[in-house]
């Protein structure tokens, strides 16, 4: 069954460093989406992409952050300059249809120390 | 692995009973619905949908109940299992339109 990949699975980083959390969608799939979630707290939205350019986005996902699709596979999530509270899980997410059959990765658990 | 939604509500049943979890969902004009099972650990995994025309969908030892009137989801498994343990998202869009925005979550826990 195709799957949406998610690497690295954990990555400590030093508040004010920069991450870049990768994704690769599923290979038909025309739709991708990142959420986040913060410990013991529901999943959050963050973005979505299509055709190359942010689709919609939450107003959780401001100026630190940024996406990208690098190349015709992966699908990457950019945060400046960390801060503590964006330690969450982020998970990554593609669909063929917009707003339906979602597939979500393993996620990247991230911790800002 | 993580362990997922520390402060989340939890419900406990014995192994082969029936499961009820329920959602109370936001936004009167979303239409799709679906539910989504997260292990310690790992991404939501799809356990089934519904669309707003319809009040029930089965799938295997699953049922979807809708109510439009009150807002309402409900996610019934048929006898329990072990391995059904997990926190239980409910997720809702406007077809087509929005992202899916997810509920908060329920936790079950199976008791053999």
């Known amino acids: 069954e195709p799957e949406v990949t998610q690497t690295p699975s954990h990555q400590v980083t030093q508040m004010g460093q920069e991450v870049i959390l990768r994704c690769v969608p599923i290979?038909?799939?025309?739709?991708f989406y990142w959420y986040r979630q913060i410990l013991g707290q529901k999943v959050e939205f963050l973005v979505s992409?299509?055709?190359?350019?942010?689709?919609?986005k939450s107003e959780i996902f401001d100026d630190q952050f940024s996406v990208e699709r690098p190349d015709g596979s992966n699908f990457t999530l950019k945060i400046r300059s960390t801060k503590l509270e964006d330690s969450a899980m982020y998970f990554c997410?593609?669909?063929?249809?917009?707003?339906?059959?979602?597939?979500f990765g393993s996620g990247t658990r991230l911790t800002v120390v | 692995g993580e362990s997922v939604g520390l402060h989340l509500p939890t419900l406990s049943v014995q192994e082969g009973d029936n499961s009820i979890i329920n959602c109370a969902y936001s936004?009167?004009?979303?239409?799709?619905f679906i539910w989504y099972k997260q292990e310690s650990g790992k991404g939501p995994q799809f356990i089934i949908d519904?669309?707003?025309?319809?009040d029930k969908r089965q799938g295997q030892r699953v049922t979807v109940l809708l109510n439009k009137t009150v807002k309402h989801l409900s996610l019934q498994i048929a006898a329990t299992q072990p391995g059904d343990s997990a926190v239980y998202f409910c997720a809702e869009n406007k077809a087509g339109n929005t992202p899916l925005v997810f509920g908060k979550g329920t936790r079950l826990s199976v008791i053999a």
């Open positions: 290979s038909n799939h025309l739709y």
């Open positions: 519904i669309r707003s025309n319809m």
């Open positions: 936004n009167s004009a979303s239409d799709y």
């Open positions: 992409f299509y055709n190359n350019e942010i689709s919609e």
């Open positions: 997410a593609s669909s063929e249809r917009q707003g339906y059959g979602y597939t």
